[in-house]
């Protein structure tokens, strides 16, 4: 083989590895996760004193933004629960959409929350109703916490003004309305067959442990106390979300560069958004409700040891994606795709593929691929709309371990690394190749 066909091969044999040291040698996942990264460093050749700065960098660049969401994210999570607010949202879910369809529920609102948020903020706002859901319908994990996680990742690739979205429409020069009408024309059949509809299905297949430490800490016995009211509660989950559409949207409202756009900017932040979310809970789902400030004190700092794994493991995730970035081997995926004969809207596609599996993150494979492929979209006339969508498609295929999201679902949901291959990522791949043949037959009607 050439050494290029070996930089692919690599990955791919690391991938098997890792999953047989989690499986059969009990390993624990965060230690194979580093071994991996640094064996694969050596492997390619990278220079020995390279390897370790590289998964360094890896990791602490995407702790410095997933630490903190996951942090703010959970405490708000536990408030929510700890108040009855989950409980309000869960029983109203509940009587609208009946137990046998509560799965569509969960996409539903996932697909509502995500519009503003990256995945990882929507997921740790939304778990605490899944859980709670879970426990009070006594529906299957899978069938509630994986139509959810489609919803969010559907948005995420697909349908502006979510930020990822954007990068794209910005780099086609593409028309944002339009964007957004094709993107829900493809996204809701595409996150109804890839969230309830396939996880109705492969809940039957795969049982996953109902001794979920996460969820434990998120549900508690009805004790019969008055339980807070629906709107204040779905208002207080919401606000990030307002908090970061006003951030996006800061630039209609003021001026850039002016003290009010700034302001907006910085409440629009994920992190900023999170934090004024959960300070404003201290008091609409904490004091209010009679909670001391000891209560909220002990409830904010107990809800964060069960988070480490979770946080360790998506910043290794990060590191093995900066060695595959580091050592050449996301280039040499790239360099390959360019020399295939493909229409433009393929092309996004299949870069997108490509750079998703090397780097694991979406949003980094969507900003690449733009950058590749935009002037070939332009100089081929394609439809800018469609080029985003093919591209957002692209970029959702087939999460594995080197996606920060792999990890997140893996644990939250309490299921082994064989089952997360068996529905998160299988169910990722789905929303990717039916996104595009979406795309394609709305490329034979839109001109």
Same mark, same amino acid.
């Given at each position: 083989?050439?050494?290029?066909?070996?930089?692919?091969?690599?990955?791919?044999?690391?991938?098997?590895?890792?999953?047989?040291?989690?499986?059969?040698?009990?390993?624990?996942?965060?230690?194979?996760?580093?071994?991996?990264?640094?064996?694969?460093?050596?492997?390619?050749?990278?220079?020995?004193?390279?390897?370790?700065?590289?998964?360094?960098?890896?990791?602490?660049?995407?702790?410095?933004?997933?630490?903190?969401?996951?942090?703010?994210?959970?405490?708000?999570?536990?408030?929510?629960?700890?108040?009855?607010?989950?409980?309000?949202?869960?029983?109203?879910?509940?009587?609208?959409?009946?137990?046998?369809?509560?799965?569509?529920?969960?996409?539903?609102?996932?697909?509502?929350?995500?519009?503003?948020?990256?995945?990882?903020?929507?997921?740790?706002?939304?778990?605490?109703?899944?859980?709670?859901?879970?426990?009070?319908?006594?529906?299957?994990?899978?069938l509630v916490g994986l139509p959810m996680a489609a919803g969010l990742s559907v948005v995420h690739g697909l349908i502006p003004p979510h930020p990822a979205a954007l990068l794209a429409v910005t780099a086609y020069k593409a028309d944002i309305g339009r964007t957004i009408l094709y993107g829900l024309i493809v996204g809701i059949p595409t996150a109804a067959i890839a969230g309830p509809i396939f996880c109705k299905w492969?809940?039957?297949?795969?049982?996953?442990?109902?001794?979920?430490?996460?969820?434990?800490?998120?549900?508690?016995?009805?004790?019969?106390?008055?339980?807070?009211?629906?709107?204040?509660?779905?208002?207080?989950?919401?606000?990030?979300?307002?908090?970061?559409?006003?951030?996006?949207?800061?630039d209609a409202f003021a001026w850039p560069g002016t003290l009010l756009n700034d302001s907006l900017k910085l409440i629009g932040s994920s992190v900023m958004a999170l934090l004024i979310a959960l300070l404003v809970s201290f008091w609409t789902l904490g004091a209010s409700r009679g909670m001391s400030r000891t209560t909220i004190l002990k409830y904010t700092n107990e809800c964060l040891g069960p988070t480490a794994t979770?946080?360790?493991?998506?910043?290794?995730?990060?590191?093995?994606?900066?060695?595959?970035?580091?050592?050449?081997?996301?280039?040499?995926?790239?360099?390959?795709?360019?020399?295939?004969?493909? %229409?433009? @809207?393929?092309?996004?596609?299949? &870069?997108?593929? !490509?750079?998703?599996?090397?780097?694991? *993150?979406?949003? =980094? /494979?969507?900003?690449?691929?733009?950058?590749?492929?935009?002037?070939?979209?332009?100089?081929?006339?394609?439809?800018?709309?469609?080029?985003?969508?093919?591209?957002?498609?692209?970029?959702?295929?087939?999460?594995?371990?080197?996606?920060?999201?792999?990890?997140?679902?893996?644990?939250?949901?309490?299921?082994?690394?064989?089952?997360?291959?068996?529905?998160? %990522?299988? @169910?990722?791949?789905?929303?990717? &190749?039916?996104? !595009?043949?979406?795309?394609?037959?709305? *490329?034979?009607? =839109? /001109?």
């Open positions: 083989m050439t050494h290029d066909t070996m930089l692919i091969v690599y990955p791919v044999v690391g991938i098997v590895a890792l999953i047989v040291l989690i499986v059969y040698y009990k390993v624990n996942p965060f230690i194979a996760l580093v071994c991996l990264s640094l064996a694969l460093a050596l492997e390619v050749g990278m220079k020995w004193t390279d390897v370790v700065r590289s998964f360094e960098e890896g990791m602490g660049k995407t702790l410095g933004h997933i630490a903190l969401v996951i942090a703010l994210g959970t405490m708000l999570g536990k408030m929510m629960a700890e108040s009855g607010g989950a409980e309000q949202i869960a029983r109203t879910l509940t009587g609208w959409f009946g137990v046998k369809r509560i799965h569509w529920a969960m996409m539903t609102i996932a697909l509502l929350v995500g519009i503003p948020v990256f995945f990882e903020v929507g997921f740790v706002l939304l778990i605490p109703i899944a859980f709670t859901v879970a426990k009070r319908t006594g529906t299957p994990m899978a492969v809940s039957r297949y795969v049982s996953i442990d109902s001794d979920n430490p996460m969820m434990k800490q998120f549900t508690e016995e009805e004790t019969g106390k008055p339980l807070p009211g629906f709107l204040i509660t779905i208002g207080t989950i919401l606000l990030p979300v307002v908090l970061m559409l006003l951030g996006s949207w800061a979770i946080t360790l493991l998506i910043g290794a995730g990060g590191g093995f994606g900066r060695i595959l970035l580091d050592s050449g081997i996301s280039t040499v995926m790239v360099d390959q795709a360019k020399h295939w004969n493909l %229409s433009p @809207l393929m092309m996004g596609w299949t &870069v997108s593929v !490509l750079i998703r599996l090397a780097t694991g *993150s979406a949003t =980094v /494979a969507m900003a690449t691929t733009c950058g590749i492929v935009a002037p070939i979209a332009e100089a081929s006339h394609a439809n800018a709309e469609l080029m985003v969508l093919a591209t957002g498609a692209g970029s959702l295929f087939f999460s594995h371990v080197n996606d920060g999201g792999f990890w997140m679902v893996k644990e939250f949901l309490n299921m082994t690394v064989v089952q997360t291959f068996k529905t998160w %990522s299988v @169910l990722e791949t789905i929303i990717s &190749v039916v996104g !595009l043949l979406l795309t394609l037959l709305l *490329s034979l009607v =839109v /001109a």
